[in-house]
């Protein structure tokens, strides 16, 4: 029973990936965190309950066994180098706990390899696997029904919308109607199409060991895969994700070599399909700039891969900063969740187009391999990669071993029928093989969420019990012997299950409870303002002080940078009347921020600077008084600390300085800076050309 309850649990927390919650400051994000760290903390716990009050030794033979495995032991080294990158991080409050948005730090790494071995202890047979993966599947019908019904939730007659997580008139948050879709791609649950595509890439792969299975009913095999497959193509070609479709093409090149070099017979079939591949791919390319291709909603997108493209140059740009922040941290990196420090310290401008929408904040490499090098160091990145060596290792040494008892030997010389067994194992194997390659190639353009870890390691897991624990005499329990019934497990046993609870109320709870009440104050706010009620100034910040004061480890500089930009919005519509109100305001916002400044680090210090610097900025615009904009040109100086070329202060610092009388030669000298960054910039050029410098 202890047992069961377990894995019950283990499944819930697969179902994270469908969970959306409006009353979250990221409601695509954290409810997803919470659910999947509980869930999982839960199922260990029962876990950790059987081995200290109820297990036998054959139990702790397994976990030998487990422990024996490369696989598992490769797991476990990237996850300790990941978790100890963390205690010599540039913020360690950031590596470890993480943040709202991401929420991918070193504490919820423990529980994806708790997730990782509870998959490995709990799922001893096909029987148990089938059921990890129908549940799987349930969630990928979930995050797909999600996004469906967000198309058709909308009492108005409008094409698409953004998400709008203080919209309370919508039940499901996404794109409106199906050329909302079209036209933005289709997110599901995951409140990213990036992310869909891949997690949909990878649920094709879970479909196919499913199957391929032993025992699995032929009559359901095909109406499950009469019906998942065309489902799940279908979105993940609606998500436009270049990089799900280069993984999904490698992932089927890679199955298709393996199929050819175990079975020659194959290959007057297999050589063809590559021809098909080579030139339908071949064709797509040399059309992609036809009118007709580029106005397609869908394929248009795909057919502008290109190296040139300019979304792929400024994933270039972004990997050259993370390799300049390896070289600073070469060891163990800067820790996880710290890539905005990296990214800001190393700023490429051609990020930067003045007078055209410019994406300039990143928290990630948009690269598995340069995100772990730049925040885990050497160290991570080796041991990320020696995680494939060790299956690729095993996989070979499998490969072979005969699987079955009948299985025939393949004469590479001559025709040979295969028997249903060796097929079913073939294609089997040849999933396994290609699973990897996929991954990785979509992950060199994308980088690392929930829904695809969840799906790595449970390839991880899944590859763990085919190639190394899947021995019948190790499946079976035996009675209960008292060897293993003595007070020091029983005591690691009841210590370990108090530090998960413990783990779930400062994980889960509190974070989630803060997230809450952060998105219930400002969804007050502008619910309020909307309908032109009139907001008092105590009362406002009374009701934003008390998400403030909610203590939570994570969750605290995105909420004051939510607060700070509402007020600066504020002062921005205050009237003359109503000015009186901007230094009281100011110094809420100057008080509210100064326990994070007082840290000195943050997870991103640039952007609170800047923040500061704004909010006071317009603070002088407002009254006129000279205290704002020295108090503004320090805050933008502080952020070009962080971010030397960073064009946001550097623009505000040349605005700050051109409005004042005194301070023209200043101006002059931080626009001539701006030029020789954005040369085309012709409004600075202009400014500087009315300056008269005395």
Request: net charge positive; aromatic share 20%; charged share 20%.
């Given at each position: 029973?202890?047992?069961?309850?377990s894995k019950?649990?283990?499944a819930?927390?697969?179902?994270?990936?469908?969970?959306?919650?409006s009353?979250?400051i990221?409601?695509?994000?954290?409810?997803?965190?919470?659910?999947?760290?509980?869930?999982v903390?839960?199922?260990f716990?029962?876990?950790?309950?059987?081995?200290?009050?109820?297990s036998n030794?054959?139990?702790f033979?397994?976990?030998?066994?487990?422990?024996?495995?490369?696989i598992?032991l490769s797991?476990t080294?990237?996850?300790s180098?990941?978790?100890?990158?963390?205690?010599?991080?540039?913020?360690?409050?950031?590596?470890?706990?993480?943040n709202?948005?991401r929420?991918?730090?070193?504490?919820?790494?423990?529980?994806?390899y708790?997730?990782f071995l509870?998959?490995?202890?709990l799922?001893?047979s096909d029987?148990?696997?089938?059921?990890?993966?129908?549940?799987?599947?349930?969630a990928v019908?979930?995050?797909?029904?999600y996004?469906v019904?967000?198309?058709i939730?909308s009492?108005?007659?409008?094409?698409f919308?953004?998400?709008?997580p203080?919209?309370?008139?919508?039940?499901?948050l996404?794109p409106?109607?199906?050329s909302?879709?079209?036209?933005?791609?289709?997110?599901?649950?995951?409140?990213?199409?990036?992310?869909t595509?891949?997690?949909?890439?990878?649920?094709?792969?879970?479909l196919?060991?499913?199957?391929?299975?032993?025992?699995?009913?032929?009559?359901?095999?095909?109406?499950?895969?009469?019906?998942?497959?065309?489902?799940?193509?279908?979105f993940?070609?609606?998500?436009q994700?270049?990089g799900a479709?280069?993984?999904?093409?490698f992932?089927i090149?890679?199955?298709?070599?393996?199929?050819?070099?175990?079975v020659?017979?194959?290959?007057k079939?297999?050589?063809?399909?590559f021809?098909?591949?080579?030139?339908?791919g071949?064709?797509?390319?040399?059309?992609?700039?036809?009118?007709?291709?580029?106005?397609?909603?869908?394929?248009?997108?795909?057919?502008?891969?290109?190296?040139?493209?300019?979304?792929?140059?400024?994933?270039?740009?972004?990997?050259q900063?993370?390799?300049k922040?390896?070289?600073?941290?070469?060891?163990l990196?800067?820790?996880?969740e710290?890539?905005?420090n990296?990214?800001?310290?190393n700023?490429?401008?051609?990020?930067?187009v003045?007078g055209?929408?410019?994406d300039?904040?990143y928290?990630?490499?948009h690269?598995v391999?340069?995100?772990y090098l730049?925040e885990?160091?050497?160290?991570?990145?080796?041991?990320?990669?020696?995680?494939?060596?060790?299956?690729?290792?095993?996989?070979?040494?499998?490969?072979?071993q005969p699987?079955?008892?009948?299985?025939?030997?393949?004469?590479?010389?001559?025709?040979q029928?295969?028997?249903v067994v060796?097929?079913?194992?073939l294609?089997?194997?040849?999933?396994?093989?290609?699973?990897?390659?996929?991954y990785?190639?979509?992950?060199?353009?994308?980088?690392?969420?929930?829904?695809?870890?969840?799906?790595?390691?449970?390839?991880l897991?899944?590859?763990?019990?085919?190639?190394?624990?899947?021995?019948?005499?190790i499946?079976?329990?035996?009675?209960?012997?008292?060897?293993?019934?003595?007070?020091?497990?029983?005591?690691?046993?009841?210590?370990?299950?108090?530090?998960?609870?413990?783990?779930?109320?400062?994980?889960?709870?509190?974070?989630?409870?803060?997230s809450?009440?952060?998105?219930?104050k400002?969804?007050?706010?502008?619910?309020?303002y909307?309908?032109?009620k009139?907001?008092?100034?105590?009362?406002l910040?009374?009701?934003?002080?008390?998400s403030?004061?909610?203590?939570?480890?994570?969750?605290?500089?995105?909420l004051?940078?939510?607060v700070t930009?509402?007020?600066e919005?504020?002062?921005?519509?205050?009237?003359?009347?109503?000015?009186?109100?901007?230094?009281e305001?100011v110094?809420?916002?100057?008080n509210?921020?100064k326990?994070i400044?007082?840290k000195?680090?943050?997870f991103?210090?640039?952007k609170i600077?800047?923040n500061?610097?704004?909010?006071?900025h317009?603070?002088f615009?407002?009254?006129?008084?000279?205290?704002?904009?020295?108090t503004?040109?320090?805050?933008?100086?502080?952020?070009?600390?962080?971010?030397?070329?960073r064009?946001?202060?550097?623009?505000?610092?040349?605005?700050?300085?051109?409005i004042q009388?005194n301070?023209?030669?200043?101006?002059?000298?931080?626009?001539e800076?701006?030029?020789?960054?954005?040369?085309s910039d012709?409004?600075v050029?202009?400014?500087?050309n009315s300056?008269d410098i005395?």
């Open positions: 029973m202890v047992i069961r309850i019950i649990f283990i819930l927390s697969l179902l994270s990936v469908a969970l959306v919650s009353r979250n990221f409601p695509f994000i954290g409810i997803k965190a919470y659910w999947f760290r509980t869930a903390a839960v199922s716990i029962f876990i950790l309950f059987w081995l200290g009050f109820k030794s054959k139990d033979s397994f976990i030998k066994k487990i422990f024996s495995s490369p598992v797991v080294a990237f996850c180098v990941f978790i100890l990158s963390s205690f010599f991080a540039y913020d360690f409050n950031s590596a470890f706990w993480s709202f948005e929420g991918e730090g070193a504490f919820h790494m423990i529980f994806y708790l997730f509870s998959l490995v202890f799922l001893r029987k148990d696997w089938k059921f990890i993966f129908m549940i799987t599947a349930a019908i979930l995050v797909i029904g996004g019904l967000a198309a939730d009492e108005n007659d409008k094409v919308t953004t998400v709008n203080y919209d309370k008139d919508r039940i499901f996404g409106i109607g199906i909302g879709i079209l036209s933005e791609r289709f997110w599901g649950s995951l409140g990213n199409a990036a992310y595509g891949s997690y949909l890439l990878f649920a094709l792969f879970f196919g060991f499913s199957v391929f299975l032993k025992d699995f009913d032929k009559v359901k095999k095909i109406l499950l895969l009469s019906f998942s497959i065309p489902l799940i193509l279908v993940l070609f609606l998500t994700t270049r479709f280069l993984g999904l093409i992932g090149s890679a199955f298709l070599f393996y199929y050819a070099v175990s020659p017979l194959s290959r079939f297999i050589i063809p399909l021809f098909i591949f080579i030139v339908g071949a064709g797509i390319f040399y059309s992609r700039n036809n009118s007709f291709v580029k106005e397609l909603p869908v394929v248009g997108r795909l057919s502008r891969i290109s190296v040139f493209d300019h979304s792929f140059q400024t994933r270039i740009w972004t990997w900063a993370a390799y922040g390896w070289e600073q941290r070469p060891i990196g800067w820790g996880p710290n890539f905005s990296i990214y800001n310290s700023f490429d401008t051609r990020h930067f003045p055209e929408t410019s300039t904040w928290d990630r490499a690269s391999f340069f995100d730049a885990t160091g050497i160290l991570g990145l080796l041991s990320y990669l020696g995680i494939f060596f060790a299956f690729y290792w095993r996989f070979i040494k499998f490969d072979r699987t079955t008892n009948d299985q025939r030997q393949i004469d590479k010389n001559k025709r029928k295969l028997s060796d097929r079913r194992s294609v089997g194997n040849a999933l396994l093989f290609a699973f990897p390659v996929a990785l190639v979509q992950g060199a353009v994308l980088f690392e969420t929930l829904p695809i870890y969840i799906s790595f390691f449970l390839f897991a899944f590859s763990a019990y085919k190639l190394d624990i899947n021995k019948e005499e499946i079976k329990r035996q009675k209960e012997d008292a060897f293993y019934k003595n007070w020091p497990i029983k005591f690691f046993a009841t210590a370990l299950i108090g530090l998960l609870i413990i783990s779930i109320y400062f994980g889960s709870y509190l974070p989630y409870q803060k809450k009440l952060g998105a219930d400002i969804t007050s706010f502008y619910s309020n909307s309908l032109g009139e907001i008092g100034l105590d009362s910040e009374k009701s934003f002080d008390e403030l004061d909610y203590y939570s480890p994570v969750g605290q500089e995105e004051v940078i939510r930009n509402i007020f919005e504020i002062i921005k519509i205050l009237d003359k009347k109503s000015a009186i109100y901007v230094p305001i110094d809420y916002i100057e509210i921020n326990p400044l007082e000195e680090k943050a991103n210090l640039t600077f800047f500061l610097a704004k909010i006071n317009f603070a615009l407002k009254t006129g008084d000279k205290k704002f904009i020295e503004a040109e320090n805050y933008y100086k502080k952020c070009l600390t962080e971010s030397p070329r064009p946001q202060c550097l623009y505000g610092l040349f605005g700050a300085y051109s009388k301070r023209t030669t200043d101006a002059v000298k931080v626009g800076e701006i030029l020789s960054y954005w040369p012709d409004s050029g202009a400014i500087l300056i005395p």
